[in-house]
């Protein structure tokens, strides 16, 4: 049997001379180090611990940039913006034990919103693994069964030569779809001893392509042209595959309307005349979902926010096209594809018959004026406002991350977040803490555009260290933060469900002085001067804070 060895990593003759006289002094640190280079990665995040001071030190003596955040969780948030903003795999470097556990919160977000975080966390001497208890600092008994059930993969190294091998294999892990965190370990004596190990100089992690299946193809392809009124569901697959031109084009060809989900903000435009946006959280909506002989599924599970908290009854029927295997039909029966969203929409692009309907749009509108007469009959003038003044305050390309708040939680139906992939949210595992790490990891990934943070005063209470980080790294981005004295989400949850609350009510610092403190210009500002003092933060320089004091009210739900 012959092999085309073609397509494999060649060395130069510097390279090959190289190898052969690798230069002194190098460890396991740098043979980490020499690996992520070799993959592409320029910029790794992280916090530094005793265990994996090899890896920092090799860091500091190569040409990475290093970021480092002041709390692991940040340092992953950071990561997970990275990735999303990029398409590329963030390095995440990590201590061992504590700083490991510290990092699973912003793993979970990762794993749900599929960013390619590559974690590399230091373990124990190699002696202790195994599971006895040897007394090691930061000793756990299985520190990856902490994170196997958050990571799409975990590769343990015992060895120096088994470092690039194992990097390679997360890294690829990280970008075959769908996205998501990996997890590489490696002991501590392993980062640190000495190896006379060639300078690692040709990696190759290609991931592996998700086509879809073409008699899967064509069976869609017959449902849709052949439908009366089909509908599609947008999510967050269609922004990660980059995917958008293809469902408009899909969209129009088929006269078919589309909604998206809170992960796939941006990936069809808000104004246009198919466009239902995301008011998925809408009985009127949700109506309209189930009432389509054909509803077509992109780059979602239909979970329980984009189901309208599993409400959703869908009567037709429906072609799911998801590259999560687990997420493929494990809500409603569908003709479930496993594929890229990319690639499945390309397919289907080309195999759908032209269809007209002249009342597609008409049919659109008479929802949308249905969800704006439910809202304005509800006092929420006030909202709306704020709302609409950070979009105006905001330029069309700037990446906005947003954070479990009340404002967010109106974004996600309300905010037109006019290009892909510029609105980013907890709101996959939905943890506290997330908007202005991801923003510092946001601007790091491209500093030429300003970058919006938006918390609550109890979620920015999670990231306040982070501000010497920003200042650190001069980094553009302005963190809006709602101050309405608590949790002010849980506040409306707790009384409506028990007519009192508990554990809601927060005292808090003066946020102006405190950002003060750090070096970090701060203005408080009202509703109606918040366009224009997010405008002046926007356009200026490095990092800025701006606090509004204000008391912002949900609107009814509908799948009570």
């Known amino acids: 049997m012959s092999h085309d060895h073609d397509d494999r990593p060649r060395l130069t003759a510097a390279q090959a001379a190289a190898v052969l006289t690798p230069p002194p002094g190098r460890n396991g640190g740098d043979l980490v180090v020499e690996s992520l280079q070799g993959l592409g990665a320029t910029t790794v995040f992280g916090l530094?611990?005793?265990?994996?001071?090899?890896?920092?030190?090799?860091?500091?003596?190569?040409?990475?940039?290093?970021?480092?955040?002041?709390v692991e969780n940040n340092a992953g948030f950071a990561a997970d913006a990275y990735g999303r903003i990029t398409g590329e795999v963030a390095p995440l470097l990590l201590s061992t034990g504590p700083g490991a556990l510290t990092s699973l919160a912003a793993l979970q977000e990762a794993a749900a919103a599929s960013a390619p975080v590559l974690a590399i966390a230091s373990q124990i001497p190699a002696a202790g693994l195994g599971g006895g208890r040897h007394g090691y600092l930061h000793e756990l008994r299985d520190q990856q069964a902490a994170v196997r059930d958050i990571v799409k993969s975990v590769h343990t190294v015992r060895t120096a030569s088994q470092i690039p091998s194992a990097i390679a294999a997360a890294w690829e892990s990280a970008l075959t779809a769908p996205h998501g965190p990996v997890w590489v370990e490696i002991p501590q004596d392993v980062l640190l001893a000495e190896t006379v190990l060639p300078l690692v100089s040709?990696?190759?992690?290609?991931?592996?392509?998700?086509?879809?299946?073409?008699e899967l193809t064509i069976a869609a392809a017959h449902l849709l042209s052949k439908a009366e009124r089909p509908v599609i569901v947008a999510g967050g697959g269609v922004v990660r595959s980059d995917a958008s031109g293809k469902l408009r084009a899909l969209a129009e060809k088929l006269d078919a309307p589309v909604v998206t989900t809170f992960g796939g903000k941006g990936a069809f435009p808000w104004e246009h005349p198919l466009s239902l946006r995301s008011w998925l959280e809408d009985r009127h909506t949700t109506d309209f979902l189930e009432d389509a002989d054909v509803l077509l599924v992109v780059g979602s599970g239909l979970g329980e926010l984009s189901s309208n908290y599993h409400t959703f009854r869908p009567r037709g029927r429906v072609i799911q096209i998801e590259a999560d295997a687990g997420k493929l039909e494990s809500n409603h029966p569908a003709l479930g594809i496993h594929s890229d969203a990319r690639e499945a929409l390309a397919d289907l692009l080309d195999a759908v018959e032209r269809r007209e309907d002249p009342d597609a749009?008409?049919?659109?509108?008479?929802?949308?004026?249905k969800v704006r007469g439910r809202i304005d009959a509800q006092d929420l003038a006030l909202e709306q406002q704020v709302l609409a003044a950070v979009r105006e305050a905001l330029p069309a390309a700037a990446p906005s991350f947003w954070d479990m708040t009340i404002l967010a939680y109106w974004a996600w139906s309300a905010f037109d977040a006019r290009r892909p992939n510029t609105m980013h949210s907890a709101q996959g595992a939905g943890g506290l803490g997330y908007a202005f790490p991801a923003a510092i990891g946001a601007a790091v990934a491209d500093p030429t555009k300003p970058v919006l943070a938006v918390s609550?005063?109890?979620?920015a209470m999670y990231s306040i260290a982070e501000l010497a980080t920003a200042r650190q790294y001069d980094v553009p981005l302005t963190w809006l933060i709602v101050d309405d004295g608590g949790y002010g989400i849980l506040r409306e949850y707790m009384t409506d469900a028990f007519g009192e609350t508990t554990g809601t009510e927060l005292s808090r610092p003066d946020f102006v002085a405190l950002a003060e403190s750090f070096g970090v210009p701060a203005v408080r500002t009202t509703p109606e001067s918040l366009a224009a003092?997010?405008?002046?933060?926007?356009?200026?320089?490095?990092?800025?804070?701006?606090?509004?004091?204000?008391?912002?009210?949900?609107?009814?739900?509908?799948h009570l």
């Open 48 to 70: 530094p611990g005793q265990h994996a001071l090899g890896v920092f030190d090799a860091v500091r003596r190569s040409s990475l940039r290093y970021v480092g955040l002041r």
């Open 456 to 459: 609550g005063d109890g979620g």
């Open 533 to 558: 003092d997010l405008g002046t933060a926007l356009a200026a320089p490095g990092p800025s804070v701006v606090v509004l004091p204000a008391l912002l009210r949900m609107f009814e739900p509908t």
């Open 361 to 369: 749009a008409d049919r659109v509108r008479t929802v949308l004026e």
């Open 202 to 214: 040709a990696m190759d992690a290609n991931p592996r392509e998700l086509y879809p299946r073409p």
